[in-house]
C-alpha cells in the first residue's frame, strides 16, 4: 500500500517562505512522477507543479513559476516544494500526489495522477 504523508504547512506572513515535504512509503520513490496540487475553500484543486521520476524535468503552474520549486530524494523517499514569496492568494490545502505512469512528462491534471496524501494547510497574511 503506498502512502504519502505531507508535512510543513503553517502560517507565514506574506513574503515569507515554507518549505513542504512529502513522504513516500509502501514502494520506492522513484517509480513515480510527483505533483504537488493546492485546493482553496470553493475552489477547484489545480496543479501547482511537478517533477519527473528522475528529476531531470519539473513544470509549474504560471501563478508560482519563479517562486516555488520541487525537488526530491529519491534515497530519502521525499518530495519537496520550497515556496518563497508567498502571497495571500497561496492560501489552500497542498496535496501532493503520485503518478505511476508517467516518465519522461509532468502530467498536471489530478486525474492522472493514482495515489494522494492527506494535504497540508498553507495561510498566508496580509
Known amino acids: 500500500q503506498v502512502q504519502l504523508v505531507e508535512s510543513g504547512g503553517g502560517l507565514v506572513q506574506a513574503g515569507g517562505s515554507l518549505r513542504l515535504s512529502c513522504v513516500v512509503s509502501?514502494?520506492?520513490?522513484?517509480?513515480?512522477?510527483m505533483g504537488w496540487f493546492r485546493q482553496a475553500p470553493g475552489k477547484e484543486r489545480e496543479f501547482v507543479g511537478g517533477i519527473t521520476r528522475s528529476g531531470a524535468r519539473t513544470s509549474y503552474a504560471g501563478s508560482v513559476k519563479g517562486r516555488f520549486t520541487i525537488s526530491r530524494d529519491n534515497a530519502k523517499n521525499t518530495v519537496y516544494l520550497q515556496m518563497n514569496g508567498l502571497r495571500p492568494e497561496d492560501t489552500a490545502v497542498y496535496y501532493c500526489?503520485?503518478?505511476?505512469?508517467?516518465?519522461?512528462?509532468?502530467?498536471?491534471?489530478?486525474?492522472?495522477?493514482?495515489?494522494w496524501g492527506q494535504g497540508t494547510q498553507v495561510t498566508v497574511s496580509s
Open positions: 500526489a503520485a503518478d505511476q505512469h508517467s516518465t519522461l512528462v509532468v502530467n498536471t491534471i489530478t486525474v492522472r495522477y493514482e495515489y
Open positions: 509502501g514502494r520506492t520513490l522513484s517509480s513515480y512522477g
